[in-house]
C-alpha cells in the first residue's frame, strides 16, 4: 500500500531490469507464436489487436500516464490480452477500468503529494513498473506460459480468476497509496483512529505517509472500492459467476495486505524494490485465487 516511488530513486534497480526482462520476453514470443497461429486462419484479430495496442499506448502516452518505454510495453500486453480472448468479452475491459482508475487516483491531491515528496514523476511510470503491476496477470491469460508452469495455473476459467485478481490487486494497491496518503495524512494532533498518518502493518505504530508497508483505513477502504470495481467488470464482460467473484475479490485483497507486509519487512530494509513487491504481491493475489478456485 506504499506508494510508488519515482523512478530514479528506486532502489536495486537489477530487479527492476530483471522482471522487466522476465516479463516482457515470454509475452512477447507468445504473441509472436500467436500471430502465426492466427495469420493462417483469423487474420482480421491481428489487425484488432495491434491497432487496439497502438491506440492504447498513444492515448497513454499522450496523457504522460507513462514513458514511451512504457506505454509500448502497456501496448504489449494489451495486444496478448486480445490475442488469446477476443471480441466483446475480451479482458482488456478488466485492463481498462484498471487504467482509468489508476490514473485519476495519481493525480488525485497532486499538490498534497508534492509537497509529501510522493507525487509521480511528470514523464509517468516506467516500464518496469508496468510489468511489476500488470505483467503476473497478462502471464495468466497466455496458455501453457511460464506463470502456469511455476504456480500451476491451468488455462480456462482458474486461470482468468487468477489474472482477475491480480488485476484487482494492482488496482487496490495503487489507489490504497495514491488516496490513502492524500485524504490520511494530517498533522499528529489531528489524528484519529479514521483519519491521520498511517499505521506500519507490523507495529501498529504511526508513520509518516508514503512509509513502505503502511496502511490507512481511508487508503484501505478506496483500495478495496477499486478492487470491487474491476470485479464488477468482469462479472458484466467475463461472465463471472458469484463465486468467481467472491474469490476474486477476496484474492485481490489478499494481495493487498501482502504488499504492505512486503513492504514493511523488506522493502523498508533495503531487500526488495517497490517493483519486486508489486510483482510478488500480485503473484500472491494469483495464487490465492488458484488455491481458492481448486478448493471451493
Request: charged residues 10%; hydrophobic residues 55%; glycine residues 10%.
Amino acid at each position: 500500500m506504499a506508494p510508488e516511488k519515482q523512478p530514479g530513486s528506486l532502489p536495486l534497480p537489477w530487479q527492476s531490469e530483471l522482471i522487466l526482462f522476465l516479463i516482457v520476453l515470454p509475452v512477447a514470443f507468445s504473441v509472436l507464436v500467436r500471430f502465426f497461429q492466427l495469420w493462417l486462419y483469423v487474420p482480421a484479430i491481428l489487425s484488432q489487436a495491434f491497432t487496439i495496442g497502438v491506440v492504447f499506448a498513444l492515448f497513454v502516452w499522450l496523457l504522460r500516464a507513462a514513458t514511451a518505454a512504457a506505454a509500448l510495453t502497456g501496448a504489449l500486453f494489451a495486444v496478448s490480452l486480445y490475442i488469446w480472448k477476443w471480441g466483446m468479452g475480451t479482458t482488456l475491459w478488466c485492463l481498462l477500468a484498471l487504467f482509468l482508475l489508476t490514473f485519476a487516483a495519481t493525480r488525485f491531491g497532486r499538490r498534497r503529494k508534492a509537497l509529501l515528496g510522493t507525487a509521480e514523476g511528470k514523464r509517468g511510470r516506467t516500464a518496469s513498473q508496468v510489468a511489476a503491476n500488470l505483467g503476473i496477470a497478462v502471464l495468466a491469460g497466455i496458455p501453457h506460459s511460464f506463470s502456469h508452469l511455476f504456480t500451476g495455473i491451468s488455462p480456462g476459467r482458474v486461470a482468468l480468476v487468477a489474472m482477475i485478481a491480480a488485476f484487482a490487486e494492482a488496482t487496490a494497491d495503487t489507489l490504497s497509496s495514491e488516496i490513502g496518503q492524500v485524504i490520511g495524512a494530517t498533522s499528529p494532533s489531528r489524528n484519529t483512529w479514521w483519519r491521520g498518518d498511517p499505521f506500519l502493518i507490523t507495529g501498529l505504530r504511526r508513520v509518516p505517509a508514503g512509509t513502505d508497508g503502511a496502511i490507512s483505513l481511508a487508503g484501505t477502504l478506496a483500495g478495496c472500492a477499486g478492487a470491487g470495481v474491476i470485479i464488477e467488470v468482469a462479472r458484466l464482460t467475463l461472465r463471472f459467476s458469484p463465486k468467481e467473484s467472491i474469490i476474486a475479490a477476496g484474492a485481490g485483497i489478499f494481495g493487498l495486505f501482502i504488499d504492505s507486509l512486503l513492504g514493511a519487512a523488506l522493502e523498508r530494509r533495503g531487500w526488495l524494490n517497490n517493483d519486486a513487491v508489486n510483482v510478488l504481491s500480485t503473484l500472491a493475489a494469483a495464487g490465492c485465487a488458484v488455491f481458492l478456485m481448486r478448493c471451493f
